[in-house]
């Protein structure tokens, strides 16, 4: 019997919809766009990466190294090896905290803390907090956790930092969970210990859990009275802590972080963690303990270095006209308004936003900044100090001259 032919329809295959509701991150975007300039010969200043240029210092590499020669390169624990961990929690009391080894989940990276954080926690429709300006990946994990974010807009006259009335008119029934980044990325604000206060006994009073992201903790450079959320006792039971190594130890390709929290939110997160990525590197594992345990004067170097920067990066910008600056207090990010300057135009490039302006500024001045468009800012661009002095002072004389064009 002859085989009867039957018409094939083959499927559109495409992408699940749940990848298609999430936006990548666009800081890694400029990022990479700076990357794909170079290689073809395009000189570019890039302003954009939230990386210090430091190299890691020499201890951490040795221990590294030393790791590798030991046959330290097997899958560790999934919570990470017990003498980082309990270093870690040592780290952190000695900030005023009062952890054990067990209450630390050590991760590939404080973003993937973040992750774990969120997915431990949040349930369908829970709503989340987020003051705004955000770090650009946060509204995206929360997509992902199932959460529901509710903005809390800030601006520059509450120097980007929230007030109760606007956690008290946000918070519902559907509430919880708020995330605080202090100091912040992007806008390098620090909340005082009072405010910290304040935000604590309001989420005492409401049952919200606090996500305390504290990656650019050791990187404060003006007298303020501050601290780490380790250091409240009464919020330990609803608090979980993120912290890490690459920003305050240049370790950012290490990835290295991790999550601080009381033992059944590490448990869920614990799990969660061993169906992605078991384990956190065994190699950058070593080499964080050594992080640890090394002398403060060479983070102290690194720490005054960034001051340097941004004293000298804030005090061109603020001297620029149309620019407005509040002047930042930890991190090594400005995030000066650029509003003045939509509707110039130069070359026939009229400018009507954030991310106008930053396109303009790479093609003309061959300068990379992060439109603040990526932070729920679209009136600000951000510009990182994460960079050599030489390239902050030519940066900024070609960023005069093009804003200077802009009619």
């Known amino acids: ?55 890691t210092p020499a201890a951490i590499c040795e221990a590294a190294i030393r790791a590798i020669h030991d046959g330290q390169t097997k899958y560790t ?37 973040i992750v774990n954080a969120l997915f431990a926690t949040l349930d369908v429709g829970d709503e989340v907090l987020l003051p ?3 770090w650009t990946s946060y509204p995206e994990q929360i997509k992902m956790a199932g959460g529901t974010c509710v903005f809390l807009p800030t601006s520059a006259n509450q120097h980007y930092k929230i007030h109760l009335e606007q956690l008290e008119e946000a918070a519902t029934a559907k509430t919880k969970l708020l995330i605080l980044n202090s100091p912040s990325n992007p806008t390098g604000m620090v909340y005082t210990k009072d405010e910290l206060e304040a ?14 992201d504290e990656i650019y903790i050791q990187l404060i450079y003006d007298a ?30 290490w990835r290295l972080g991790y999550l601080a929290a009381k033992t059944p939110f590490i448990q869920a997160a614990m799990k969660i963690q061993s169906h992605t990525t078991s384990n956190a590197c065994s190699i950058s594992q070593y080499a964080a303990l ?46 000066p308004s650029v509003e003045q300057y939509f509707g110039r135009s130069a070359d026939g490039i009229v400018i009507h936003s954030a991310m106008d302006l930053s396109q303009y500024l790479l093609d003309a001045a061959r300068i990379a900044v992060v439109p603040g468009e990526a932070f729920g800012a679209p009136g600000n661009i951000r510009i990182s100090y994460a960079t050599s002095m030489e390239n902050l002072q030519t940066a900024m004389d070609r960023m005069e001259e093009a804003l200077h064009r802009l009619q």
């Not at 300039?37 to 990386?51: C, H, K, M, W």
């Not at 952190?92 to 991760?107: K, Q, R, T």
């Not at 006994?201 to 919200?208: T, V």
Request: charged share 20%; hydrophobic share 40%.
């Open 290 to 335: 050594a992080a640890l345990n090394m002398p403060e004067d060479e983070l102290k170097l690194m720490k005054d270095e960034f001051k340097r920067r941004r004293d000298y990066t804030a005090d061109r910008l603020s001297a620029m006209p149309g620019i407005e600056l509040v002047r930042p207090q930890g991190a090594f990010y400005l995030f």
């Open 132 to 134: 705004t300006p955000y």
């Open 199 to 212: 935000i604590c006994h309001f989420c005492l009073e409401h049952d919200i859990l606090i996500l305390s």
């Open 224 to 253: 303020i009275e501050t601290g780490s959320l380790a250091s409240f006792p009464e919020i330990r039971q609803q608090l979980l802590l993120v912290n890490g190594f690459s920003k305050s130890h240049a370790m950012t390709g």
């Open 1 to 55: 019997m002859a085989t009867q032919n039957v018409a094939f329809q083959r499927k559109a295959w495409q992408a699940s919809n749940y990848s298609q509701n999430i936006e990548g991150s666009k800081t890694l975007a400029v990022t990479a766009k700076v990357a794909e300039l170079r290689r073809q010969g395009i000189e570019v200043i890039s302003l954009g990466a939230g990386e210090p240029d430091f190299n």
């Open 77 to 113: 624990p999934n919570a990470g090896i017990f003498e980082l961990r309990q270093a870690i929690a040592e780290f952190l009391n000695a900030m005023g905290g009062d952890y054990a080894p067990e209450e630390i989940l050590v991760s590939n990276g404080a973003k993937q803390s």
